[in-house]
Every structure is written in C-alpha cells, then in structure tokens.
C-alpha cells in the first residue's frame, strides 16, 4: 500500500529530489498493480487512479476521496521494469562512463547505489524520471556483459 506525502499538495508532477521519484515510481507501480493507494493527508482516505489515454499526453490522474486534491502522472510510454539483460546492459555502460538513458523514452535516469564503493557485490536502482521506467540490479559490476547470446537454434 503506497502512502503518499507530498503530492497530495501539487497540481502537477514535477519530482526534485530522489525520494519524489522513489515515491512516483511506487505509487505507478502500486497503480499498475491494482493495489490500494491511501493519502497522507487525509488518514484512511483511499487515493483513486484513472488511466487517461489522448493524442499526445497520456497520464494517470490521482485524486483523494475526502479532500478532493488532484494531480496527474505522465506516462507516455507507460512504465514498466526493465528486464534483466536490458538491466545488465545499464550497468556496462555506467562502468564505462557512457550516458545512462532509459530505453523507452531515452530520458535520463537516476541511479541509485545502495551498496559501499569497494564492495564486489553491488545493488544499484534505476528509475526513468519521465516514464518512472525502472530496474534493480544485484552483483559485481565487473562481471557484467553485454554480449549477444550464442544462437543454439538449429536450421
């Protein structure tokens, strides 16, 4: 169940640090998933979700049942988790110092390590800012790859 803290109090998405997309991200996600979503402002009042499909701005509007708040969530393309060999593939290109991009809308992502520096074993979180796309990844950065699969599939 998401609890929402500070969007109840804007009109629009606009996220400014890394705990408004952490928070953006779980509460799409708890939207995608059919979950409950509660607001923080008004206790025990339900936050209703409305998928809105137009030309060019497809967006999820949110609104609180007891105070009547609003606010909409873009998301064109819709969010999704990344899958794992796409993920892989974040991780080669920040070990290369390549620009990390989202692979559905190309926007920048923000990454989170969750893990000390000279540890082996690393966790990193990557979240779309635009789509709220994301993936999470576990191991050695350095033991990542990219390279293409051996087709086994005979003629």
Not at 15 to 25: E, F, N, T, V, Y
Not at 37 to 48: D, S
Not at 81 to 89: C, H
């Amino acid at each position: 169940m998401a609890q929402i803290t500070f969007l109840a109090l804007r009109r629009s998405y606009n996220p400014s640090s890394m705990a408004d997309i952490d928070q953006l991200r779980e509460l799409v996600r708890d939207f995608w998933a059919g979950k409950p979503l509660f607001c923080a402002r008004h206790p025990g009042a339900q936050l209703h979700g409305t998928w809105i499909e137009t030309t060019y701005a497809d967006h999820i509007h949110f609104e609180c049942e007891k105070g009547g708040e609003s606010f909409a969530v873009p998301q064109r393309p819709k969010q999704q988790e990344f899958d794992p060999w796409q993920t892989e593939g974040l991780v080669v290109f920040l070990e290369r110092n390549d620009n990390v991009l989202c692979y559905r809308c190309q926007s920048s992502l923000v990454i989170e390590n969750k893990t000390a520096p000279g540890n082996d074993r690393q966790e990193f979180l990557f979240t779309c800012v635009r789509c709220l796309s994301w993936a999470r990844w576990e191991g050695n950065p350095a033991e990542a790859s990219i390279e293409t699969p051996t087709n086994t599939r005979s003629a």
